[in-house]
């Protein structure tokens, strides 16, 4: 083929330590120059930890990274130069208004004083915040605060851009505003480390997941590779009636092969990798009478992705509450 | 039943993926600013604040505000034998006091920033490092100015004439505030160590008010037991209330100025390093 595509982000062997606790165990990652790469994992598995080093706020204890191939030790100067970050928290001045947050970081990137309102004008008015731009950013709600967050993270273009969770919380409306937006950004050739605890997220935007646990990346490849190793998704049925449960166990076994009773008396649930085949067992159940109260067919979530990469559920890990100790 | 159509409610704030395209397409990047213009920019945010939460200065300027009040009109005769003679005596010291004061929420705001998030994006710009701190300070010295301000017209309102006129009252702002802005170093590093703004305001005022109190602001040193006396004039804080009262009166003393200033450049020096350094490496 031809040269091979070049690396935004490389990062072998990330160590990163608080106290006793090690945050990252030895990170691995490629990323590729214009693509938007997922980490996917849940509370504390060292997302937040990785991203933090990538983009020169912390220290590694260990290992190495370059973005764009500069050091993010030695050349950390170099790498301020060309990311941006959008951190889990807000990472905008919340007593400031809007579009001040905005003209703030233009003068701090270098625009002159009317060359920074302007800019300011233009993104407000991009993100839809232009009648909110005299407020004080404490006023906002979470969505508008995720908007102006990214706004101010692409004053001035970056060539990558780091977003830490950057839907956790929101309503799902803003969550599809937020989306769209990370989608134009990748359009326009900004490579994007995506930090998320939920797969679909990284499903809809990435090209690349990279799942961690416990500091390590357990887990990597595309969304389809990834959910294709985990296991698929399922079908869950709740029948009307109970009495109808062995009736429909056997009409799903039959299109399903491997079908599941729930607690429930009243549910069954079948995994199942193919809309279609879900759909049509669906259509066989009400076919032979058996009452349908409801039905859905779901991607793994992530939940499921850990249970079968790991054997154990996504709890919540320890060092999400050091981390918040140490920022604290 | 309603036959409008559904209406998109909000569509005008809704982010539309073609502007957002073109907001982000148009932008190359500036060179970087100078050290001197980032640091004029953090002092503008400094700036910005004050002006969405003015009471933030009524804070620091109603307990000096009360004490020239209590100690002129309750004290002074006992004191100074006058009311009149003891406002010139104590006027220089309580400017030099509420301004200090103002330093503490140096250290509150620097602690308060650190609690949000915006911090981690000032650390990840490429700016002169140390250009948020020296930034926030520069602000923070005009409001040193308005705090000293409200001192002196309080002080001429009720009757304060000091012989220098307006020079000298100048002169000796001037000296309070560039003390004040190597004495804020302190607590920008106690902000940087304290878990939370109201730790560090209770640590700082309970720093300051014995180091204000054991000083030359409120009595004549000489009435003081021996112990005391000799603590009240090594405190730097003595000399600096007695070159601003000689600047005030016309006399000024290069040796009291010296020491004064003297004693912020050692702050600096110090505590300036101290704070850059824990700014830049706590997590």
């Given at each position: 083929?031809t040269?091979?595509p070049?690396?935004?982000?490389?990062?072998?062997?990330?160590?990163?330590?608080f106290?006793?606790?090690?945050a990252v165990d030895?990170v691995?990652?490629?990323?590729r120059s214009?693509?938007v790469?997922?980490?996917?994992?849940?509370?504390g598995?060292?997302k937040?930890?990785?991203i933090?080093m990538?983009?020169?706020?912390?220290?590694?204890?260990g290992?190495?990274?370059?973005v764009?191939?500069h050091d993010i030790v030695s050349?950390a100067?170099a790498?301020?130069?060309?990311v941006?970050?959008?951190?889990q928290?807000?990472s905008?001045?919340e007593?400031?208004t809007g579009?001040?947050n905005l003209?703030?970081?233009?003068?701090l990137?270098?625009?002159?004083r009317g060359a920074?309102?302007?800019?300011?004008a233009e993104?407000?008015?991009?993100?839809?915040?232009?009648?909110a731009?005299?407020?004080?950013?404490?006023h906002?709600?979470g969505?508008?605060?995720?908007?102006?967050?990214i706004?101010?993270?692409?004053?001035?273009t970056?060539q990558v851009?780091?977003?830490?969770?950057?839907?956790?919380?929101l309503?799902p409306?803003?969550?599809?505003?937020?989306?769209?937006?990370i989608?134009?950004?990748?359009?326009?050739g900004?490579?994007?480390?995506l930090c998320t605890?939920y797969?679909?997220?990284a499903?809809?935007?990435a090209?690349?997941?990279?799942?961690i646990?416990?500091?390590r990346v357990i887990a990597e490849?595309?969304?389809?590779q990834?959910?294709?190793?985990?296991?698929?998704?399922?079908?869950h049925v709740r029948?009307?009636?109970?009495?109808?449960?062995p009736?429909?166990?056997?009409l799903?076994?039959r299109?399903?092969?491997?079908?599941?009773?729930?607690p429930?008396?009243?549910a069954l649930?079948a995994?199942c990798?193919?809309?279609?085949?879900g759909a049509?067992?669906?259509?066989?159940?009400?076919r032979?009478?058996v009452?349908?109260?409801d039905?859905?067919?779901?991607?793994?979530s992530?939940?499921?992705?850990f249970?079968?990469l790991t054997?154990h559920?996504?709890?919540?890990q320890?060092?999400?509450?050091i981390?918040e100790?140490?920022?604290a | 039943?309603?036959t409008?159509?559904?209406?998109?409610?909000?569509?005008s704030?809704?982010p539309?993926?073609?502007a957002v395209?073109?907001?982000?397409?148009?932008?190359?990047?500036?060179?970087?600013p100078?050290a001197?213009?980032a640091?004029?920019?953090?002092g503008?945010?400094?700036?910005?604040?004050?002006?969405h939460?003015?009471?933030q200065?009524l804070?620091?300027t109603?307990?000096?505000?009360?004490?020239?009040?209590?100690?002129?009109y309750?004290?002074?005769g006992?004191?100074?034998?006058?009311?009149?003679d003891y406002?010139?005596?104590?006027?220089?010291?309580?400017?030099?006091?509420s301004?200090l004061?103002?330093t503490v929420?140096s250290?509150?705001a620097?602690?308060?920033d650190l609690?949000?998030g915006?911090?981690?994006r000032?650390?990840s710009?490429?700016?002169?490092r140390?250009a948020?701190l020296v930034?926030?300070l520069?602000?923070?010295?005009v409001?040193?100015?308005?705090?000293?301000?409200?001192?002196?017209?309080?002080?001429?309102v009720?009757?304060?004439?000091?012989d220098?006129?307006?020079p000298g009252?100048l002169?000796?702002?001037?000296?309070?505030?560039?003390?004040?802005?190597?004495f804020s170093?302190v607590?920008?590093?106690?902000?940087?160590l304290?878990?939370?703004?109201n730790?560090?305001?209770?640590?700082?005022f309970m720093a300051?008010?014995p180091?204000?109190?054991l000083?030359?602001?409120?009595?004549?040193p000489?009435?003081l037991?021996?112990?005391?006396e000799?603590?009240?004039d090594?405190n730097?804080?003595?000399?600096?209330?007695t070159?601003?009262?000689?600047?005030?009166e016309?006399?000024?003393g290069?040796?009291?100025i010296?020491?004064?200033?003297g004693?912020?450049?050692?702050?600096?020096?110090?505590?300036a390093?101290?704070?850059?350094?824990?700014?830049?490496?706590?997590v």
């Open positions: 083929m040269t091979p070049t690396l935004a982000i490389e990062a072998t062997g990330l160590v990163k330590d106290g006793s606790t090690r030895g691995d990652l490629a990323v214009g693509s790469y997922g980490v996917l994992g849940p509370n598995a060292g937040t930890t990785t933090r990538l983009a020169t706020l912390l220290r590694p204890d290992g190495e990274a370059r764009l191939g050349e100067d790498v301020r130069g060309h941006s970050l959008t951190g928290l807000a905008v001045d007593d400031l579009r001040e003209v703030l970081l233009g003068r990137l270098g625009l002159r920074a309102k302007a800019r300011a993104l407000l008015d991009a993100f839809g915040l232009i009648d731009a005299a407020r004080l950013v404490k906002y709600s969505g508008m605060r995720r908007r102006l967050d706004a101010a993270s692409i004053v001035v970056p851009m780091f977003l830490d969770e950057p839907t956790t919380g309503d409306r803003s969550r599809n505003q937020v989306w769209d937006i989608r134009a950004l990748a359009a326009e900004t490579t994007i480390l605890q797969l679909d997220e499903d809809q935007l090209e690349g997941i990279a799942v646990d416990h500091g490849g595309t969304p389809g990834l959910k294709a190793s985990v296991g698929l998704g399922a079908l029948l009307l009636d109970p009495e109808q449960r009736e429909a166990e056997r799903l076994s299109e399903l092969d491997v079908v599941h009773l729930e429930d008396p009243a649930s995994p990798a193919d809309a279609d085949r049509q067992a669906v259509a066989e159940l009400s032979a009478g009452g349908i109260a039905f859905s067919l779901g991607q793994p992530l939940d499921e992705v249970l079968a054997g559920p996504a709890e919540d320890t060092t999400d509450a981390e100790e140490q920022a | 039943m309603s409008a159509p559904p209406t998109r409610a909000g569509a704030s809704v539309e993926e073609a395209r073109k907001a982000l397409s148009s932008t190359p990047r500036p060179p970087r100078s001197l213009a640091a004029l920019t953090f503008w945010r400094g700036m910005l604040k004050v002006k939460v003015p009471e200065l804070d620091v109603i307990t000096p505000v009360m004490f020239v009040l209590l100690f002129t309750l004290f002074g006992a004191i100074a034998g006058s009311t009149g406002l010139d005596f104590i006027l220089p010291g309580i400017l030099v006091m301004v004061f103002t929420y250290g509150v620097l602690n308060t609690t949000k915006v911090v981690d000032f650390r710009l490429p700016i002169w140390p948020p930034g926030a520069l602000g923070d010295s409001r040193y100015v308005v705090a000293g301000t409200v001192i002196i017209v309080l002080g001429v009720l009757g304060f004439r000091p220098a006129g307006v009252v002169g000796a702002l001037t000296l309070v505030v560039a003390f004040a802005f190597g170093w607590f920008t590093t106690l902000g940087l304290m878990r939370s703004p730790a560090v305001m209770n640590a700082g300051l008010f180091i204000t109190f000083s030359n602001v409120f009595v004549d000489e009435t037991p021996a112990a005391l000799g603590f009240v090594v730097p804080i003595s000399h600096l209330v070159a601003s009262r000689d600047l005030m016309g006399d000024p290069l040796g009291e010296g020491v004064a200033l004693t912020a450049a050692v702050l600096t020096a110090v505590f390093p101290l704070t850059a350094r824990l700014y830049r490496t706590r």
